[in-house]
């Protein structure tokens, strides 16, 4: 019965390291970023995660820009000012907070330029990923699409 209790205190700990990676597996990928507006699809955002276990999402495709076929982030600062959207990082630094959710995040609106409080979570089935950004009380979200 010891033995027992000893070799379920040792597997709790990997139990919970395989849960967080299955978490940051989940909504690693290539998503269809649609519109909460008007419902067209976007761009198509990769997912991956970085070295520390956070992810981060950069734009690969552009699909529908009022901006052209390849828009740059002239309302953004710093570095990505008119800088191509398409390769820009827009999500960075969400860390796994449950089986399906991430928060503490950041992402940008290449749009606009604005950058807000950033979390997700996968929606049973896998296929579907709401993400929302935030500045203070005011939020908005979008359900992306795994491609």
């Keep these: 019965m010891r033995k027992t209790f000893k070799t379920l205190l040792l597997a709790l700990p990997l139990c919970l390291a395989a849960l967080s990676a299955q ?33 981060s999402g950069k734009v690969v495709d552009i699909l529908d820009s ?16 008119n800088k ?27 749009a606009n330029g604005k950058t807000y409080k950033s979390k997700m979570e996968l929606q049973p089935g896998g296929n579907k990923l709401d993400v929302s950004g935030c500045i203070a009380f005011i939020c908005r979200a979008q359900t992306w699409v795994r491609e």
């Excluded at 940051?24 to 649609?34: P, Q, V």
């Excluded at 052209?68 to 000012?81: F, I, K, M, Q, S």
């Excluded at 820009?88 to 630094?93: A, K």
């Design 66 to 81: 009022d901006k052209g076929p390849n828009p740059v982030c002239d309302g953004c600062e710093g570095a990505n000012r």
């Design 23 to 55: 978490a940051a597996d989940g909504a690693a990928g290539r998503w269809k970023t649609i519109d909460d507006k008007t419902g067209q699809v976007k761009s198509i955002v990769e997912i991956s995660q970085a070295a520390n276990g956070t992810l």
């Design 84 to 110: 191509p959207v398409k390769g820009m990082t827009i999500l960075w630094n969400l860390k796994a907070d449950g089986a399906s959710k991430w928060s503490g995040g950041t992402i940008l609106d290449p």
